[in-house]
């Protein structure tokens, strides 16, 4: 039986295509039509899900608004019986980043966000106007407020107006917020403090799905007037979240707490009230509150890079992806990826052998194929790698062979793929790691080559943990146990190994994370107990390897701090 002070909430967690108006238009109104049949009173979609997030410049474009606000007018024609919640890109005197409040074929009002992020990934000051206005929705007995993502990390913002102010029980929060490792807890506990300080039911909407370098997890949420988690929506999948909200237990617990009638003493005026239709409806059973249990941090970051790989190819116009075998763990994590990202008939293993590679590397290459169940394509180098010393003898003459000769190699390599990717429309996946790109250890139009690099963000001792994990979920060795456990060689010389070039990677890695990630200082990481030399060797290499980085191909953000949208470094630079 559902009381007048209960509220049945649908969220979208939809995949949106930034800049596919018309498609993701489509999607928001079929999730409607669900929502509709779910018996919600209100649907609500993340931010931006109409033009997706984040448009950049094409938000610089007067005919991309103008098609946003065409978009917005069909959508709001499908609210027959239903209120929605929608992010669009409003104009006015200047574009802001919004959300329409529609219901029966009419925009009742619009929010404007507020506080507009302009850190790390975000650059939100370069295009939007900040909101000044913080209404709140009338339905039946529920007043609920709206905002939009950054809104609701300020604990006097929005919200607090909202639910002191304007006495909203329920606070609706649509987002687009990116994914990194260990965001999700501190992204937990603000919302659950939100709700708990407030004593304000607060649901979360996040998009899910990949745009870029940046991947969107979902994992909307719900939370009661306590702080704990009612319900939650699917990591790194579609869902529609569908609850009941309790408003009369917020009313109850109110009654009980004297701190907010003396916070009321000191409010501004209360904020502007806009009425949506409630029918009251009967429903014949409750909706399933699902709580799936979060996934461990491997898990995560496992599929994010899946599901980042998928969205990259797939919204790219790309069906097939082509990578180089190795027979190291880089580029067998790397094959592991796609083939769940796009199967096993979407991906083809290019052995490029030489007279460096040893047949352990080889086998272990085919073992993966075989694994996997991918196309396997042979083809030598050597033949081609004689003819280039040949030709640059006279050149080379007086200068013994050095890494250029190693270079040779990887970037034949790279020539090879990017052949094959021309004649087969297929995209190249370069398969290099955080900590050699950190570092510098590799090599330009060679290993680098490519369209999208999946390990980008991903340091090496997070490798080997991601291979393991993959293994374990599988019930089997996908990636040979001899391929996580050899130590890892370019094999571009006889007897090579990385150790020559890098630190062991549990030494070095703690290092770059210091560096890169938390930009700590020299005398800082020294004090962390580093070894003195080891750290200026380190920083040198990093600092001196910009220029490398700058060309390098995109890839999957899964740290707080990646190369490319969130380390903006000059490459001409002399501070040290």
Known sequence: MKHATQLRLAMAQINVVVGDVEGNAQKIMEWIDRARDADADIVTFPELALTGYPPEDLLLKPQFIDANLNALDKVVSRTRDIAAIIGFVDRQDDIFNAAAIAQNGKIVTTYHKIYLPNYGVFDEFRYFQPGSRCPVLQMGKATIGVSICEDIWYPDGPVFMQALS??????????????????????ERMLGTRASDNTVIVAYNNVVGGQDELVFDGDSLVFDENGEIITRGKQFEEDLVVVDLDVESVF???????????????????????????????????????????????????????????????KNGFKKVVLGLSGGIDSALTAAIAVEALGSENVTGVLMPSEFSSKGSIEDSEQLGKNLGIELLTIPITDVFHAYNCTLKNAFKSVKPDVTEENLQARIHGNYLMSLSNKFGWLVLSTGNKSEVSTGYCTLYGDMAGGFAVLKDVMKTTVYRLAEHCNRVAGRDRIPHAVIEKPPSAELRPDQLETDSLPPYEVLDPILKAYVEEDRSFSEMVDMGFDEQLVRRVIRMVDTNEYKRRQAAPGVKITPRAFGRDRRMPITNRFR
């Open 166 to 187: 304007g006495g909203a029980e329920v606070i609706i929060n649509i987002s687009s917020s990116p994914y990194h490792a260990g965001k999700r807890r501190g992204r």
């Open 252 to 314: 109850r617990q109110r009654l009980h707490d004297p701190r907010r009638r003396q916070q009321k003493l000191g409010t501004t005026q209360a904020p502007e009230v806009f009425t949506l239709a409630f029918r009251g409806r009967r429903h014949s059973q409750r909706p399933a509150v699902a709580q799936p249990n979060p996934l461990s941090e491997d898990a995560e970051i496992y599929q994010a890079l899946v599901v980042g790989t998928r969205d990259y190819v797939m």
